[in-house]
């Protein structure tokens, strides 16, 4: 076979393949990049575990519990975006998927007795077994609901059985988060290092309204709807751009964001003998001041070391 007829057949063949290409209805799809490149910096970026320290090196240390409240302005960037879009989560969004690609692990917080537990002594609960029994997207409450009268909705004659409430989340219905830090001075590098343990999604609880509705009681704190082991999260939240006002091209994630210590917290909790909240003896400014305290000691035990 000649080279001229060989050529032929070969653009003919092409001018086939792409003619079915182009057919409306094709099984061929294609996907467009959004944007001038491929952003891979934050995706494959990899979490090196912290510096180890020795027992015997620590040579002060305190537990506290911050909240970080997402009404604030400078902590917008754990809320938003409230609709997922692509290559953006919020750090709510951000959970979910990692619960429900099993890459995370949620710990329970509030047991059907009542009892709550933020120290990871419970078995860890994977996305599949949360959703079975009704803890994922889910504030469980039990409460006891009233029987109203046929004739007069208003009129209460009678409570029910306890039964334990459902409310959907979503990235709306978490006011805040929850940490659990340990602020140590390493005496082998002379420094104050904050440790975060664990972080927890904060929402109201729900309870029923005359109408028989599930709504957020605003009146009662927040209340932690499960904890994740930081460690754990780590990779996760260091995979996912946070939105960077200035810069679009040098986004930092939500682990550079945590770990930069970039939110205004509140103290609610210091370890203590009594095992007590902040707001289970003080209310208000007397509350607020007293987190201050708190933040304040912190602050003055390094300062103090240096003061010669």
């Not at 057919?23 to 490149?37: E, I, M, V, W």
């Not at 240390?61 to 997922?84: C, G, H, M, S």
């Not at 960077?244 to 986004?251: E, K, L, M, Y």
Request: charged letters at 25%; glycine letters at 4%.
């Amino acid at each position: 076979m000649s080279t001229p007829r060989i050529l032929v057949i070969i653009a003919v063949a092409l001018s086939s393949a792409l003619a079915s290409f182009a057919q409306p209805g094709g099984s061929t799809k294609s996907t467009a990049l959004d944007g001038p490149f491929i952003q891979e910096t934050n995706r494959t970026r990899m979490v090196y575990d912290w510096p180890a320290i020795r027992e015997a090196d620590v040579l002060w240390r305190k537990r506290v519990w911050e909240d970080i409240d997402l009404n604030q302005k400078a902590n917008f960037p754990y809320l938003f975006p409230l609709t997922e879009l692509a290559g953006r989560k919020s750090l709510w969004q951000l959970i979910v998927y990692g619960l429900e690609n099993d890459k995370i692990h949620a710990w329970e917080y509030l047991f059907a007795d009542g009892h709550t537990e933020e120290e990871f002594q419970s078995p860890n609960l994977t996305f599949q077994e949360m959703s079975e029994i009704d803890k994922m997207l889910n504030f469980i409450k039990e409460v006891t609901p009233p029987i109203y009268d046929p004739n007069d909705a208003t009129n209460i004659i009678g409570y029910g059985a306890p039964v334990r409430t459902l409310e959907a989340r979503n990235a709306k219905t978490i006011v805040g988060y929850r940490l659990k830090e340990d602020w140590i001075f390493d005496k082998q590098r002379s420094t104050m290092v904050c440790r975060i343990v664990g972080i927890a999604p904060l929402a109201y609880p729900s309870v029923m309204d005359a109408s028989n509705n599930w709504v957020e009681d605003t009146s009662q704190p927040a209340q932690p709807l499960f904890w994740l082991n930081y460690d754990e999260c780590k990779q996760l939240f260091a995979n996912f751009d946070v939105f960077n006002t200035f810069n679009d091209s040098n986004r930092q994630t939500y682990y550079d964001y945590l770990e930069n210590r970039r939110f205004v917290g509140r103290v609610v909790k210091e370890e203590n003998v009594y095992n007590r909240e902040i707001n289970d003896y003080a209310v208000g400014v007397d509350a607020l001041l007293e987190g201050e305290r708190v933040r304040k000691q912190i602050f003055e035990y390094e300062h103090d070391l240096w003061n010669y």
